[in-house]
T-cell receptor, first 115, second 110 residues
């Protein structure tokens, strides 16, 4: 069974640009959530999508947005990139929203570097 | 707001020794998750603790949950080099929002 797939693995962008990251969840999983990992702030929740609707959002500025498609694949977009957006972005999937009895399954992440 | 604290943040161990990582969380929760992360890699689920008093073991790792004390522990028995990694505990705040601890960097020296 294929795991959570994130593309691309690495990205280098310049300040002010925008970037789109992609996530394909495990087959049959309908919930996709996104996390940002940095050395200073650790792992922080960005948002969660379920049935093409954003269900929950973390404390990030509006420059961070996302969407989910009918096949449960998700994309996140960061506009007007800042140096502080450099991070590992992790996508996680689960079968349903709020299914707390099972762990979230994480992808390998996209390493974004903003110069 | 849920807060999760781990200690220690860094742990250097000799092979064969035992040690415990502690995870405290600030609000009532009956679910606690442990993940492992190798350098440059993703998060691998280790344990899901579902109720007060839950204990789970996998190899040299054993995790437990005390919901009344809001405390989970990850005990390492007879450490080996392959256990070197960063270990995170996390609690679910709402939906699928996990709140993570800062992580414990474990280095096992031979």
């Amino acid at each position: 069974k294929a795991g959570v797939t994130q593309t691309p693995r690495y990205l280098i962008k310049t300040r002010g640009q925008q970037v789109t990251l992609s996530c394909s969840p495990i087959s049959g999983h309908r919930s996709v959530s996104w996390y940002q990992q940095t050395p200073g702030q650790g792992l922080q929740f960005l948002f969660e999508y379920f049935s093409e609707t954003q269900r929950n959002k973390g404390n990030f500025p509006g420059r961070f947005s996302g969407r989910q498609f009918s096949n449960s694949r998700s994309e996140m977009n960061v506009s007007t990139l800042e140096l502080g957006d450099s991070a590992l972005y992790l996508c996680a999937s689960s079968r349903n929203q709020g299914n707390r009895d099972s762990p979230l399954h994480f992808g390998n992440g996209t390493r974004l570097t903003v110069t | 707001e849920l807060k999760v604290e781990q200690n220690p943040l860094f742990l250097s161990m000799q092979e064969g020794k035992n040690y415990t990582i502690y995870c405290n969380y600030s609000t009532t929760s009956d679910r606690l998750y442990w993940y492992r992360q190798d350098p440059g890699k993703s998060l691998e689920s280790l344990f899901v603790l579902l109720s007060n008093g839950a204990v789970k073991q996998e190899g040299r790792l054993m995790a437990s949950l005390d919901t009344k004390a809001r405390l989970s522990t990850l005990h390492i028995t007879a450490a080996v080099h392959d256990l070197s990694a960063t270990y995170f505990c996390a609690s679910m705040e709402y939906g699928n929002k996990l709140v993570f601890g800062a992580g414990t960097i474990l280095r096992v020296k031979s």
